[in-house]
């Protein structure tokens, strides 16, 4: 095989709860991660010369070594000794520095591709440790689906996700950088939040309760993204008035998504986001 190309897909977090600052100088986190079919195209060539090449048209994506799929093919090298060398090109939908997950999906992709490439029979759990090293959010796109998530991000429980609902993902416009949202949080997190008994309860059926979510879907960066960046409630205000279920951020932001019941209550929204000037994508679960 000479080359790969693979889809990588994007995530939304229904719901986001931070804990205090580990050892480590990452947080605990709580989240309900789920795929989504908004997709970067991943293509992988092998080269014989010794380099990593990034080729992608997109200027918002660093084109050298600091690029997650990047930093996947040096690990891998590194760590297995490769001497070939790989060109990767990046085809970017979705939306960077956003809370989607782009960089961290882009990463795993890249490993599970180079894994088939290079024919490293890399298993799971292998993959998995290497795809902490890149990133918290890499460890969850290597299986995608739905998975409540836990510790920094190492922990997966893979649930059934939605089915129905369909998302609308906005861009209000601005950027968070992650780091920036986790050191300047305030974290008072005492007493079990319903979104926690939420997620408990996820994990003991299997099955997301909808109605459940959406009276308990948190996010805590919304209150610290919001203040600096006031647009955040004429974005949920905008969806509100588009029907729907729930909104929030999805990660530290900057995307705003709403949940809509259906495809025909997400196509009827559309028409009033069309006049808001806003760039939106409608997307729908992805279950596997
Ligand atoms: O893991 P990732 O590289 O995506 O994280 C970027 C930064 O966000 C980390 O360096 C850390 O400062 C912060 N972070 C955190 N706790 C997490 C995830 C990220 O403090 N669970």
Known sequence: MESITLPSHAKINLGLKVGQLRPDGYHDIRSFFQEVNLVDTVRLERLDADVIEIVCESDDVPHDERNLAARAARLLKDEHDRSEGVR????????????????????????????????????RA???????????????????????????????????????????????GFRVRTAWAFENLEI???????????????????????KRLFCSLENDFLPLVSAKNPVVHEVLDLLGRAGSQCSSLTGSGSVIFGCFANVEAVESAAELLQSSGYHFWICQPRTI
């Open 188 to 210: 008072g997190l005492t007493a079990t939040p319903p979104y926690i008994s939420f997620l408990n309860s996820v994990m003991a059926s299997g099955r997301v309760n909808l």
């Open 126 to 172: 292998e993959l998995h440790a290497l795809s902490l090293k890149l990133g918290s959010d890499v460890p969850f796109f290597l299986a995608g689906g739905a998975a409540v998530v836990s510790g920094r991000g190492e922990h997966l429980y893979p649930v059934r996700g939605l089915a129905e609902t369909r998302f609308v993902a906005v861009d209000p």
């Open 88 to 123: 990767i090109s990046i085809q970017k939908r979705i939306p960077v520095g956003a809370g989607m997950g782009g960089g961290s999906s882009n990463g795993a992709t890249t490993l599970v591709g180079l894994n088939r490439l290079w024919n490293l029979h890399l298993s």
